[in-house]
C-alpha cells in the first residue's frame, strides 16, 4: 500500500503600488499592515521563532501568514494529504489576503494591487519571487535526497513547464516573446542549497518540521492560477516520489544529459517539438518525457493499493498531455495557453505577430541598457529620449543597426512594439491580481467542472484540512486564549505546549513546561 503523502505550497506575493505623486509606502509597512489585518479578522496563534518584523501568524486553518524578508507578504499552507485540501486552502488563502488588502488600500487611499505571479516586469524580468512546492519524502538521508531521488526527478522536472507554467512576456534572445514557464530561465542547477540566487530546482531540507522524514523542497514551478495546476503540480511529483520510495527507476530511458539546460529550451519552445539531448544518446521531447514518466508511475499504481486521488489526478495529467500532443492550444486547464492567447489577440490589434515580435526583444533590452534607466512605459517619451540623447542615440542605434537589419525590422516600427510589449506586460499582471469577490474564475470558453466549490473554499478560511497534524493544531489555535504561540510542531498556551512531531499527529500531547520563546531568523 502507498503510504499517505504530504505536501504544502509557500506562495510569495507582490505587491503593486500606483502613487504619482504621492509618496509611497515602505513595502514592508503594507505587507505589515496586510497580515495586521488578517491577524484582526482571524482566530491565530503568533509565531513563536520568527522576529516580529514578519509579523508571522498561525492561523486556525492550519496555514501560516507573515510578511517575510524583502517586505512582501507570503502564505504556507498547512500540511494536505490531498491535492484537493491543497487548492481549497490555496484559494481560500488568497481571497483572505485580498480582502485584507483591498482594505489597506482603502486606509491608505492608494491603489494597491496584490499578484500572484512570478516575475517583476518593472524590472525586465530580472527580479523573481517564488512558489515552493514541499514534500515529504521517506526511507530516505538528506544526501540521498539530493543524489539519488533528485536523479530520478530532474527529467521530470524539465519536462514539467508545458504543464506547470503560467507564461510570460519574454525578453531572452533567441525566444519567440513568450515563454511557457516564468521561473525556468532563474533556475542555474538541478541541486543545491540557494533558492535566491544561482536557484537550484531542488533542495532538501533537513530542518526538525517532523520525525516522518526529509522536506524536499521544489521552487522551479510558476505560481499557477488554475485550480487544476494547482492540484496537478504537486499530485505529479508526489506520485512520481512514491514509485521512487518503492525502489522504482522512474527516469531511465529519459534521463537527461543536461536537465537546466532542458528546461530552459523547454520553456522557450511554443511548438513542444524540440529535441532535448539524452544522457546516454539520442533525443526526447518534453510531451515524450511526460509519457514515459506516465506509463511508469501508472504501472507502479496498479501493483499497489493507493489513494483514489492518485489515480484521478494521473487520468488527468494524462488527459492534458494527450491534448497538448493534438493541439497545443485546445487544453483550457493551463495558465500559459490563455495568457498565450490574450496576448496573440493583444499582438494582433497591433497588427503584429509572434514571427515579427520574436525579433524585437533583444531591441528593447539592448535600449533600455543603454539608456540606463527604469522602465519607461510611454513609447512616445521613449522614442524621444533616445532621439534626443546624442551619444545614446549613436550608441544604441550603431549597434543595433546591423541587428535591425538582419532580421528585416526598422526602428519606425518601434513604437508599436513598445505598445504593445507594455500592454501585454500589463495584462501579465492583471492575470494574476488577486481579487476579494471570487477565489478564481476560469477564462476559457471551454465548460470545466470545478474541482473545488465555493463552500469548500468557504470552510477552508477557517478549519483546516484533515488526515494531517494540521487538524490538531488549527483546533488548538481556535479554542486557545489571547498571548497563545506557536510554530509547525506545536501549540504553546502559559505553560501548556501542545507537542506534535509527528506529521499526522499521531501522539500529540499537552506538556506542561515553562514558556519559551525563541529568538531566532529562519
Not at 519574454?170 to 533558492?195: D, H, L
Not at 544529459?257 to 546516454?280: G, M
Not at 543597426?401 to 519606425?412: C, N, T
Amino acid at each position: 500500500m502507498v503510504t499517505s503523502c504530504i505536501f504544502g505550497t509557500e506562495t510569495e506575493l507582490a505587491l503593486v503600488v500606483e502613487s504619482k505623486g504621492v509618496v509611497r509606502p515602505a513595502p514592508r509597512e503594507l505587507a505589515s499592515a496586510i497580515i495586521e489585518d488578517v491577524a484582526n479578522r482571524y482566530a491565530h496563534a503568533t509565531s513563536a521563532t520568527s522576529p516580529p518584523t514578519q509579523h508571522r501568524l498561525f492561523l486556525a486553518n492550519g496555514a501560516c501568514v507573515y510578511a517575510d524578508i524583502g517586505g512582501h507578504p507570503e502564505i504556507a499552507s498547512a500540511e494536505c494529504s490531498n491535492p484537493i485540501d491543497l487548492v481549497s486552502q490555496t484559494l481560500a488563502l488568497r481571497q483572505m489576503l485580498a480582502k485584507s488588502t483591498e482594505r489597506i488600500a482603502n486606509v491608505y487611499g492608494l491603489p494597491i494591487r496584490l499578484i500572484a505571479n512570478n516575475v517583476d516586469y518593472a524590472f525586465r524580468g530580472a527580479q523573481s519571487y517564488g512558489y515552493h512546492l514541499n514534500i515529504l519524502a521517506r526511507g530516505f538521508t538528506l544526501d540521498q535526497v539530493c543524489d539519488q531521488v533528485a536523479a530520478q526527478l530532474a527529467s521530470l522536472l524539465a519536462a514539467m513547464p508545458i504543464v506547470s507554467g503560467t507564461g510570460k512576456v519574454s525578453f531572452v534572445t533567441g525566444s519567440p516573446g513568450f515563454e511557457i514557464s516564468q521561473r525556468a530561465q532563474y533556475m542555474a542547477m538541478v541541486t543545491g542549497k540557494q533558492t535566491t540566487d544561482s536557484r537550484a530546482m531542488i533542495t532538501a531540507k533537513d530542518e526538525a518540521l517532523c520525525d516522518n522524514g526529509i522536506r524536499v523542497h521544489l521552487i522551479c514551478f510558476d505560481t499557477p492560477k488554475n485550480p487544476y495546476q494547482i492540484a496537478l503540480i504537486p499530485s505529479i511529483i508526489a506520485m512520481a516520489l512514491k514509485a521512487i520510495e518503492s525502489g522504482k527507476d522512474i527516469a531511465g530511458p529519459v534521463t537527461l544529459a543536461d536537465p537546466i539546460r532542458a528546461l530552459h529550451t523547454v520553456s522557450c519552445d511554443l511548438s513542444l517539438s524540440a529535441k532535448l539531448s539524452l544522457k546516454h544518446g539520442g533525443a526526447t521531447t518534453a510531451l515524450e518525457i511526460h509519457q514515459h514518466y506516465i506509463r511508469v508511475i501508472r504501472e507502479f499504481l496498479e501493483q499497489v493499493e493507493s489513494p483514489e486521488w492518485m489515480k484521478q489526478m494521473l487520468t488527468l495529467w494524462k488527459e492534458v498531455i494527450d491534448n497538448l500532443r493534438r493541439d497545443s492550444f485546445s487544453e483550457g486547464r493551463l495558465d500559459w495557453i490563455a495568457k498565450l492567447l490574450l496576448f496573440t489577440n493583444q499582438l494582433q490589434k497591433n497588427k503584429l505577430d509572434w514571427r515579427q515580435y520574436s525579433k524585437w526583444p533583444y531591441v528593447l533590452a539592448a535600449i533600455r541598457r543603454f539608456m540606463n534607466e527604469g522602465w519607461i512605459s510611454d513609447p512616445v517619451r521613449l522614442t524621444k529620449t533616445v532621439r534626443q540623447r546624442e551619444a545614446i542615440r549613436h550608441s544604441a542605434l550603431g549597434t543595433l543597426e546591423g541587428y535591425l537589419a538582419k532580421h528585416g525590422i526598422s526602428w519606425e516600427d518601434f513604437e508599436e512594439v513598445w505598445i504593445a510589449c507594455n500592454k501585454m506586460c500589463k495584462q501579465c499582471l492583471d492575470y494574476h491580481r488577486l481579487t476579494a469577490e471570487v477565489a478564481y474564475q476560469i477564462d476559457t470558453k471551454e465548460v470545466l467542472t470545478p474541482l473545488v466549490t465555493e463552500e469548500m473554499i468557504d470552510k477552508a478560511r477557517t478549519l483546516p484540512p484533515t488526515g494531517t497534524r494540521a487538524t490538531i493544531r488549527g483546533e488548538a489555535i481556535r479554542n486557545s486564549q489571547r498571548g497563545a504561540t506557536a510554530d509547525w510542531t506545536f501549540v504553546q498556551q502559559g505553560d501548556r505546549r501542545l507537542v506534535m512531531t509527528d506529521v499526522y499527529g499521531r501522539n500529540a500531547s499537552w506538556k506542561e513546561q515553562q514558556q519559551s520563546v525563541r529568538k531566532e531568523n529562519q
